[in-house]
């Protein structure tokens, strides 16, 4: 019995089909093993890799960065793709996640491990994955997030809702803290997440600062036009503002920017006291500054003003406010030390009031061109992240304290898609970076 085939098959076309056969099964074989070598490149051998953010984990990871847009975001307007967080090894290897649309706060890396969410989702990465939580940060907006003490984490927002998203589970350990309407400067001391503002600046505390004022008051003199005063924002009292100092204002010092120490009920702010201000014609050439720490005890209310001094016993000179604007802070020993956001170094012991430069360079971008530098800073040093405006090459580099020079721990380009204008709608920045607690930059 012939087939089909065989009617029009020509004598030779089955040995023919035959070697067609045998040359499609090792086509078939190549093409399989292909397929799994590039797996194999893809998950082994790619800089950074993609992944869901619930399948995160920190392992060998030493930095944490997020990435998001260069302006204040839209709830309207935003994608879930405006927002990554990245995690790399020490190498420059590692993953990265889209998450949520969220600005401002950083990301925090604590003993508990890294958390960072949006306004309907709270994360916190370990070495063993990562806790998925619900969040009520409905702005998607945040000022800082902090681990107190007992481990509890905590955003801090201008404004929240309730935001109810039955598919998740809310976790008593994280909270969402509203600053209710008070603006200035913000900070933790121990288990107290407080706010550093004036009668001016935020009405809503003018009543209950003017009555602890009233009450602390040793006679019946000119009452202040403005007061400054501590707030704890979380664990308020009642529905009023928990005031824990205040104090008239100071007129020449134009700003407290940031907590520098925090020692029991003792805490040191940065503040900057106006040497030389500007004129009406030009208000920012002749403008001239000193770095003048301000130590409250809030046991008491007190307020001391702590002139400093250098080697030579004359005032320490500081120089533009711009210069001051998001620094970093630490103490190491009895020394307390900070990093401007333009790379000065200065250390001040606050017992003494004596005050030193450590260093004042960038590290060098192993790219040409402009580029952006910003900083952290632990016990062990000073970390600088670089992004090139052109090529979004990034490297991250680390000096200790008493260090002579920068040491380049990584340089990468595998994150110029997320950041280059094109890949998404828009152009993206690192806005934020935490580092390993406890890593010091592979420097032993």
């Keep these: 019995m012939t087939t089909q085939t065989d009617d029009w098959m020509a004598p030779g076309d089955d040995e023919f089909v035959a070697m067609l056969k045998h040359k499609w099964k090792w086509a078939l074989v190549i093409a399989v093993f292909s397929f799994i070598a590039l797996a194999v490149s893809t998950s082994f051998h790619q800089d950074v890799v993609r992944r869901p953010v619930s399948s995160l984990r920190s392992n060998d990871a030493v930095i944490a960065l997020r990435l998001g847009l260069h302006y204040r975001p839209s709830l309207k307007t935003s994608t879930n793709t405006d927002s990554w967080i990245v995690l790399l090894d020490a190498q420059g290897k590692g993953t990265v996640a889209s998450v949520d649309l969220v600005a401002g706060a950083d990301v925090l890396w604590s003993d508990r491990g890294i958390f960072y969410g949006s306004g309907s989702r709270n994360y916190v990465t370990t070495d063993s994955g990562t806790q998925v939580s619900k969040s009520d940060n409905g ?153 003048v720490p301000l130590r409250w005890d809030l046991s008491t209310g007190e307020r001391t003003y702590i002139p400093l001094t250098d080697d030579d016993g004359e005032p320490f000179e500081f120089g533009t406010k711009q210069s001051f604007y998001r620094s970093h802070s630490i103490q190491v020993g009895s020394e307390y030390r900070k990093v401007t956001w333009d790379g000065d170094a200065f250390g001040v012991d606050l017992m003494s009031g004596k005050a030193r430069r450590l260093f004042y360079t960038e590290p060098r971008m192993p790219v040409s061109g402009g580029y952006w530098m910003t900083y952290q800073v632990d016990k062990d040093g000073v970390y600088a992240l670089g992004e090139s405006h052109e090529d979004h090459v990034v490297s991250l580099f680390f000096r200790p304290w008493d260090g002579k020079e920068w040491r380049e721990i ?22 934020s970076f935490a580092v390993r607690p406890g890593w010091n930059g592979g420097a032993q």
């Excluded at 529905?239 to 010092?253: E, F, K, Q, S």
Aim: with cysteine; proline share 6%.
């Design 139 to 291: 702005t998607r907006e945040e000022i800082q997030r902090y681990e107190l003490p007992g481990g509890q984490l905590v955003t801090l927002v201008p404004k929240h809702w309730e935001y109810n998203d039955g598919d998740v589970q809310s976790d008593p350990s994280i909270t969402t803290v509203e600053t209710a309407g008070i603006t200035g400067d913000f900070g933790q001391c121990g288990s107290r997440i407080l706010a550093i503002t004036d009668t001016k600046e935020s009405p809503s505390i003018a009543d209950a600062a003017f009555e602890a004022y009233a009450a602390q008051a040793s006679d019946e003199g000119a009452v202040p036009e403005a007061l400054t005063a501590v707030v704890q924002l979380n664990v308020p009292d009642g529905d009023a503002p928990r005031i824990l100092a205040v104090t008239p204002v100071i007129d020449n010092v134009l700003e407290v920017h940031r907590m520098l120490a925090c020692e029991g009920d003792v805490i040191t702010l940065q503040s900057l006291e106006a040497v030389k201000p500007g004129t009406p014609d030009n208000m920012t050439v002749h403008e001239f500054y000193r770095w």
């Design 410 to 431: 990584f340089t990468t380009d595998k994150l110029a898609g997320y950041l280059k204008e094109g890949w998404f709608s828009r152009e993206l920045k690192v806005q």
